[in-house]
């Protein structure tokens, strides 16, 4: 599966840093729920079966090895297994969906809809954060 990453400087946003985990996972999962609808929202664009827009899940904010909270936005699933035309099997992966329209192909022309979605939801993505710290504070 292909990985990417999102990050903001927690520093620029809140000058003391975050030294509460519960906090920081709290606000890693406001954040997801802006950029699951933002990414949704662009994939529903590119409706066949609805199937690739569906299958976007969001995990389970954790601490990573290196202590940063994290947490991830990821196609999952299948639309089953086909036929290629030489006769071989394949599995219509929903992310390799996602990625052969973000990117393109050689016989398709690229029609980013994650990047876009991730750039317009950061303000969104920014003011959940923000609301989710001042709720622990007060």
């Known amino acids: 599966m ?8 927690m520093n620029k946003i809140f000058p003391k ?3 509460d985990e519960d906090l920081a996972l709290k ?5 997801q729920d802006v950029m699951l609808k ?5 994939a529903s664009r590119h ?8 299958s976007l899940v969001k995990t389970k904010p954790m601490i990573n090895k290196n202590g940063d909270a994290v947490g991830r ?17 394949f599995d219509r992966t929903n992310w390799i969906k996602a990625f052969r329209i973000e990117f393109g192909t050689s016989k398709q022309n690229a029609q980013p809809f994650v990047r876009p979605a991730i750039q317009s939801s950061e303000n969104g993505v920014r003011s959940a ?4 710290f001042n709720q622990k504070a007060n």
Do not use: L, W
Request: hydrophobic share 40%.
């Open 73 to 89: 936005i990821k196609f999952s699933g299948s639309d089953g297994v086909s036929k290629s035309k030489g006769g071989q099997r």
């Open 27 to 31: 606000m890693i999962d406001a954040g």
């Open 17 to 19: 840093g975050i030294q």
């Open 38 to 42: 933002a990414i949704k929202a662009g």
């Open 47 to 54: 409706k066949v079966t609805g199937h690739m827009a569906n």
């Open 2 to 9: 292909a990985d990417f990453e999102f990050s903001m400087d």
């Open 129 to 132: 954060m923000e609301k989710a």
